[in-house]
């Protein structure tokens, strides 16, 4: 089974600039989880999608939006970049059917750089 | 204070056990766990445990929960330098479609 797959995995972008970053989740998982990784604030949570909906969302401005497709890939968008922006970005997946378990399966994430 | 706790940083000397500890505030988690990262990677889910449980062995892995002081530790006996990662504690609460995240502790093995 292949696992959760992001892409891309480094970029490179000017301030100002808007960016995407696609997830492709396990194959029969509905629910795809983003999350910023910086060093000083550690994982912070974006939101989750499931069904094509977002089901929750973090405390994170409007320029950070996502959506999900009916095949439960995944794309969050970041519009008018900041230097503060810069971070690991990271997808989980699990199978999200209930709250009872959320066993999250993570991809390695994208690396963006923001100069 | 955040809502699951850990201590930033552990160094052990290979061969040894390392304890990795972790402090959560909701007594309604249900699930607990923890991941593992290594360097230019996502996180690894190591193992769960359930709330009803005291403990769970897994090889080199044990989890220990104390449910009254809401406490979670790993231990990994004989620690190898390829355990040398950034070590997340997880839980999820009841009701909840998110686990929260504590912010790590890098375990450091050394010869």
């Known amino acids: 089974k292949a696992g959760v797959t992001q892409t891309p995995r480094y970029l490179i972008k000017t301030r100002g600039q808007q960016v995407t970053l696609s997830c492709s989740p396990i194959s029969g998982h509905r629910s795809v989880s983003w999350y910023q990784q910086t060093p000083g604030q550690g994982l912070q949570f974006l939101f989750e999608y499931f069904s094509e909906t977002q089901r929750n969302k973090g405390n994170f401005p409007g320029r950070f939006s996502g959506r999900q497709f009916s095949n439960s890939r995944s794309e969050m968008n970041v519009s008018t970049l900041e230097l503060g922006d810069s971070a690991l970005y990271l997808c989980?997946?699990?199978?999200?059917?209930?709250?009872?378990?959320?066993?999250?399966?993570f991809g390695q994430g994208t690396r963006l750089t923001v100069v | 204070g955040e809502d699951v706790e850990q201590s930033l940083f552990l160094s052990v000397r290979e061969g040894d056990s390392s304890v990795i500890n972790c402090t959560y505030t909701?007594?309604?988690?249900?699930?607990l766990y923890w991941y593992k990262q290594e360097p230019g990677a996502g996180l690894q889910l190591l193992t769960y445990i359930f709330s009803n449980m005291d403990m769970k062995q897994d090889q080199r892995l044990t989890v220990l929960l104390n449910k009254k002081d809401k406490h979670l530790s790993l231990r990994i006996a004989d620690t190898q330098t390829g355990d040398s990662a950034i070590y997340f504690c997880?839980?999820?609460?009841?009701?909840?479609?998110?686990?929260?995240f504590g912010r790590g502790t890098s375990l450091i093995v050394h010869p």
């Open positions: 989980a997946s699990s199978p999200g059917g209930g709250p009872s378990n959320t066993e999250a399966f």
């Open positions: 909701d007594s309604s988690s249900t699930y």
């Open positions: 997880a839980e999820n609460r009841r009701g909840s479609y998110i686990p929260t």
